[in-house]
């Protein structure tokens, strides 16, 4: 089975409607939609594999209807070949039945990753339709292989010979990889209890679904809009503009101000209002607590409920001691030693950090107490006094295309060789799309890049990064990878700037990108981002470091009307200030993580919760209820857990940040951006995939053991009395 497929076994990337109830509801009948469907032939997209370049898809040959028939027929020719494997009279060997799985599914899979791209990054009602249609089915392909009693004999007969078959460490992992997935996910139920298990998969994938659908129409609803001019006192003329460009695109007079997917928004930065700063937080916080149909927290307290039934049939007592057999962290008790380790000195600074800002509102006179909505105004402020540094005086020294260019595949070419070509003749999903082609050090072709970095209102919120091809030298496949964004596309004639920490997203997402274009395995299961959610964002948040390494910075930041670089003096201000507002920064993600753990250690005995009650008492058991910083994401609107397969994985960001932290101090003390560390990088760790003991790997090539030592040292906080 091809990489996509065990996207969707290990980490349900896409969910499915709420039962056929919900999709008759929605689309007019699932029974409709089925019987409307287009015959799927050699004029359908994905009948033969793309002939393009890398087999990139043809993106201007393929239509909404295609989609639904071409699903179809790879969930008919997956199935088809799943029983061949397990009813082969012959008896198992890893050729005829994990090597068989792994090839299994391509058509499946190259229809998915393109439809989960567009679903993603450019959906519209007739994708959502589909969605709502396939994503039972595609569900129950997944039981098909892994509540599969004779196809799992054949895994376990392999599994037990293990030791006298002489596999090499790759096949041996793939073979061990296999067997814990197929008892994860019960293949030593009975048989009642895998028809039990069955239906508890396909409501969970409804319920995803549902989720994802509502939350997009609740964000695009609760967005702040006005006609009142001065409401948006503060806004630059650029952001105005901006403004006024999302209102007429939306049909609406005056501007509108979307929601961006965290808890606080940009704006909240420069709005001088206050009561424009409380409605702007105010629609973010409830987007998805409104009431009506896009409302989604009976969604969310039966998914959790639902996931706890799950486990206890599967012989856990919590989802989260479920879902971590896998990880790198193992256990819920590791998790939460290791977050409550990271509490004390977050919501210590993060308390040093409101009393400068409650300090500049008293005496400004301002006669309120600090709140959420004044946090990112006020900082501003204090940042702007301590280190007399302006967001808006480094913003036209952060242009998206130098930064991109110069800055994003410069550090990619000093510490991996690499060299970048934009391509105009491969087709895109959308216009503002990008291509490149990837050559390595050696001038050979390594891999295609998709960028697509401006928020569209059909666009899922935040950034992400996935796969059209997976790389597999079994399939000979070479990668074919995409970043996606929500950075603020800017008006007709204005240059795109960007935010600082809209550059590190840049980095962070292409680091992501690197670990796919690096892959280099024989197994699709185990290429490239195929790793455990506390070990994937490993690449991607340690590529975030040179985005402020000063030869690197020193590269792209350079003005867009004149191409000087960024003054030495304002360069020096800007690196000082990026420890301003750890504390605040740790804590919203620390309480996020907490959310996301809490939800998913409810034992299966307790009813379901409501949400508001539930995470206010979450949040108070964990120490982190704090007035003036609220979690990044309120558990209504945390699409990471709901929908994008990080439940129980959210405090894999921190894990993973503890990680990164100790290779960019080994980078530092091994002479920093090199040739050689970067190789050694690449060979040991960004090529690898799963094909080890990640834990083992790391050491490896780190030398140590991990600790939380250098992560509070680079955040600019103090550990507290026994942390390691």
Same mark, same amino acid.
């Not at 799985?101 to 009602?125: I, W, Y």
């Not at 039972?136 to 997944?142: E, G, K, N, S, T």
């Not at 639902?306 to 971590?324: H, V």
């Not at 990026?578 to 299966?604: K, R, S, V």
């Given at each position: 089975?091809?990489?996509?497929? @065990?996207?969707?076994?290990?980490?349900?990337?896409?969910?499915?409607? /709420?039962?056929? @109830?919900?999709?008759?509801?929605?689309?007019?009948?699932?029974?409709?939609?089925?019987?409307?469907?287009?015959?799927?032939?050699?004029?359908?997209?994905?009948?033969?594999?793309?002939?393009?370049?890398?087999?990139?898809?043809?993106?201007?040959?393929?239509?909404?209807?295609?989609?639904?028939?071409?699903?179809?027929?790879?969930?008919?020719?997956?199935?088809?070949?799943? *029983?061949?494997?397990?009813?082969?009279?012959?008896?198992?060997?890893?050729?005829?039945?994990?090597?068989?799985?792994?090839?299994?599914?391509?058509?499946?899979?190259?229809?998915?990753?393109?439809?989960?791209?567009?679903?993603?990054?450019?959906?519209?009602?007739?994708?959502?339709?589909?969605?709502?249609?396939?994503?039972?089915?595609?569900?129950?392909?997944?039981?098909?292989?892994?509540?599969?009693?004779?196809?799992?004999?054949?895994?376990?007969?392999?599994?037990?010979?293990?030791?006298?078959?002489?596999?090499?460490?790759?096949? #041996?992992?793939?073979?061990?990889?296999?067997?814990?997935?197929?008892?994860?996910?019960?293949?030593?139920?009975?048989?009642?209890?895998?028809?039990?298990? *069955?239906?508890?998969?396909?409501?969970?994938?409804?319920?995803?679904?549902?989720?994802?659908?509502?939350?997009?129409?609740? &964000?695009?609803?609760?967005?702040?809009?006005?006609?009142?001019?001065?409401?948006?006192?503060?806004?630059?003329?650029?952001?105005?503009?901006?403004?006024?460009?999302?209102?007429? +695109?939306?049909?609406?007079?005056?501007?509108?101000?979307?929601?961006?997917?965290? =808890?606080?928004?940009?704006?909240?930065?420069?709005?001088?209002?206050?009561?424009?700063?409380?409605?702007?937080?105010?629609?973010?916080?409830?987007? +998805?607590?409104?009431?009506?149909?896009?409302?989604?927290?009976?969604?969310?307290?039966?998914?959790?409920?639902?996931?706890?039934?799950?486990?206890?049939?599967?012989?856990?007592?919590?989802?989260? &001691? %479920?879902?971590?057999?896998?990880?790198?962290?193992?256990?819920?008790?590791?998790?939460?030693?290791?977050?409550?380790?990271?509490?004390?000195? @977050?919501?210590?600074?993060?308390?040093?950090?409101?009393?400068?800002?409650? +300090?500049?509102?008293?005496?400004?006179?301002?006669?309120?107490?600090?709140?959420?909505?004044? %946090?990112?105004?006020?900082?501003?402020?204090?940042?702007?006094?301590?280190?007399?540094?302006?967001?808006?005086?480094?913003?036209?020294?952060?242009?998206?295309?130098?930064?991109?260019?110069?800055?994003?595949?410069?550090?990619?070419?000093?510490?991996?060789?690499?060299?970048?070509?934009?391509?105009?003749?491969?087709?895109?999903?959308?216009?503002?799309?990008? /291509?490149?082609?990837?050559?390595?050090?050696?001038?050979?072709?390594?891999?295609?890049?998709?960028?697509?970095?401006?928020?569209?209102?059909?666009?899922?919120?935040? +950034? !992400?990064?996935?796969?059209?091809?997976?790389?597999?030298?079994?399939?000979?496949?070479?990668?074919?990878?995409?970043?996606?964004?929500?950075?603020?596309?800017?008006?007709?004639?204005?240059?795109?700037?960007?935010?600082?920490?809209?550059?590190?997203?840049?980095?962070?997402?292409?680091?992501?990108?690197?670990?796919?274009?690096? #892959?280099?395995?024989?197994?699709?299961?185990?290429?490239?981002?195929?790793?455990?959610?506390?070990?994937?964002?490993?690449?991607?948040?340690?590529?975030?470091?040179?985005?402020?390494?000063?030869?690197?910075?020193?590269?792209?930041?350079?003005?867009? *009307?004149?191409?000087?670089?960024?003054?030495?003096?304002?360069?020096?201000?800007?690196?000082?200030?990026?420890?301003?507002?750890?504390?605040?920064?740790?804590?919203?993600?620390?309480?996020?993580?907490?959310?996301?753990?809490?939800?998913?250690?409810?034992?299966?005995?307790?009813?379901?919760?409501?949400?508001?009650?539930?995470?206010?008492? #979450?949040?108070?058991?964990?120490?982190?209820?704090?007035?003036?910083?609220?979690?990044?994401?309120?558990?209504?609107?945390?699409?990471?857990? %709901?929908?994008?397969?990080?439940?129980?994985?959210?405090?894999?960001?921190?894990?993973?940040?503890?990680?990164?932290?100790?290779?960019?101090? %080994?980078?530092?003390?091994?002479?920093?951006?090199?040739?050689?560390?970067?190789?050694?990088?690449?060979?040991?760790?960004?090529?690898?995939?799963?094909?080890?003991?990640?834990?083992?790997?790391?050491?490896? !090539?780190?030398?140590?053991?991990?600790?939380?030592?250098?992560?509070?040292?680079?955040?600019?906080? =103090?550990?507290?009395?026994?942390?390691?």
């Amino acid at each position: 089975m091809n990489t996509q497929q @065990a996207k969707l076994m290990k980490k349900k990337l896409f969910a499915a409607a /709420v039962g056929m @109830a919900l999709c008759a509801i929605a689309s007019g009948g699932c029974r409709a939609q089925a019987q409307k469907a287009a015959a799927f032939g050699p004029s359908n997209p994905f009948y033969t594999p793309s002939s393009l370049p890398f087999h990139a898809p043809p993106f201007n040959k393929i239509k909404d209807s295609d989609y639904q028939p071409a699903i179809d027929a790879g969930i008919a020719r997956q199935r088809a070949q799943i *029983k061949a494997i397990a009813d082969n009279p012959a008896p198992p060997t890893f050729s005829n039945t994990l090597v068989a799985l792994e090839k299994s599914g391509q058509l499946l899979g190259r229809v998915m990753q393109v439809f989960n791209c567009v679903t993603g990054a450019n959906t519209d009602p007739a994708l959502q339709q589909v969605q709502q249609y396939e994503a039972p089915r595609l569900a129950a392909v997944q039981d098909a292989i892994f509540l599969n009693t004779r196809l799992f004999a054949r895994v376990q007969a392999i599994y037990e010979e293990r030791a006298t078959l002489h596999l090499d460490p790759e096949s #041996a992992r793939l073979l061990n990889y296999y067997y814990n997935l197929f008892i994860k996910n019960g293949a030593g139920l009975s048989a009642a209890g895998k028809a039990e298990l *069955k239906k508890i998969n396909e409501e969970d994938a409804a319920l995803e679904n549902t989720f994802m659908t509502k939350l997009l129409a609740a &964000a695009n609803a609760a967005a702040y809009s006005t006609s009142d001019r001065a409401a948006l006192a503060g806004l630059s003329p650029a952001q105005m503009a901006e403004a006024a460009l999302a209102a007429r +695109a939306r049909k609406q007079p005056g501007w509108v101000l979307p929601l961006q997917n965290t =808890t606080q928004q940009p704006d909240l930065t420069y709005l001088t209002d206050r009561a424009t700063r409380h409605a702007l937080y105010e629609d973010s916080w409830n987007r +998805a607590e409104r009431g009506g149909p896009d409302d989604t927290r009976a969604t969310i307290s039966r998914l959790a409920w639902l996931r706890a039934q799950k486990a206890a049939l599967l012989g856990y007592p919590n989802y989260s &001691a %479920w879902e971590l057999t896998d990880q790198m962290a193992k256990t819920p008790a590791n998790v939460t030693h290791f977050l409550d380790q990271l509490v004390p000195p @977050a919501t210590a600074k993060a308390a040093s950090e409101a009393q400068e800002i409650q +300090a500049i509102i008293d005496k400004q006179h301002g006669g309120f107490t600090l709140q959420p909505w004044d %946090w990112e105004f006020y900082a501003e402020q204090v940042r702007k006094a301590k280190y007399n540094l302006d967001e808006s005086e480094i913003k036209p020294y952060f242009e998206l295309n130098n930064v991109l260019e110069k800055g994003v595949f410069y550090a990619a070419h000093e510490l991996y060789g690499l060299t970048f070509k934009q391509l105009h003749n491969i087709p895109v999903w959308q216009p503002d799309v990008r /291509v490149f082609e990837v050559y390595d050090a050696n001038g050979k072709p390594l891999a295609l890049f998709y960028c697509d970095y401006f928020k569209r209102d059909n666009k899922n919120g935040g +950034a !992400w990064m996935d796969n059209l091809v997976t790389q597999s030298k079994l399939l000979g496949n070479l990668p074919v990878v995409y970043n996606v964004a929500n950075f603020q596309k800017p008006a007709p004639g204005q240059p795109a700037l960007l935010s600082f920490d809209d550059v590190t997203t840049m980095f962070h997402e292409f680091g992501h990108a690197l670990n796919g274009m690096f #892959a280099d395995t024989e197994y699709p299961s185990l290429s490239g981002t195929q790793t455990p959610r506390d070990f994937v964002e490993f690449p991607s948040q340690f590529n975030e470091h040179w985005a402020s390494y000063p030869q690197v910075l020193e590269h792209y930041a350079l003005n867009y *009307k004149t191409g000087k670089p960024i003054p030495a003096a304002l360069l020096a201000k800007l690196k000082k200030s990026l420890a301003f507002n750890q504390g605040y920064m740790l804590t919203e993600e620390l309480a996020a993580a907490e959310l996301d753990m809490q939800w998913h250690m409810l034992p299966a005995g307790e009813p379901p919760q409501n949400p508001d009650t539930f995470e206010t008492e #979450a949040l108070k058991r964990t120490d982190l209820l704090i007035r003036y910083v609220p979690p990044r994401y309120r558990s209504s609107y945390f699409l990471h857990i %709901w929908n994008e397969g990080y439940q129980s994985g959210y405090y894999g960001y921190l894990w993973t940040e503890m990680l990164d932290d100790n290779a960019f101090q %080994w980078f530092l003390d091994h002479g920093g951006m090199t040739r050689a560390n970067g190789d050694r990088f690449r060979h040991m760790v960004l090529s690898r995939g799963n094909t080890e003991n990640l834990e083992k790997m790391y050491e490896a !090539w780190l030398g140590a053991k991990p600790s939380i030592g250098p992560m509070l040292k680079f955040r600019g906080l =103090t550990a507290t009395p026994g942390a390691k």
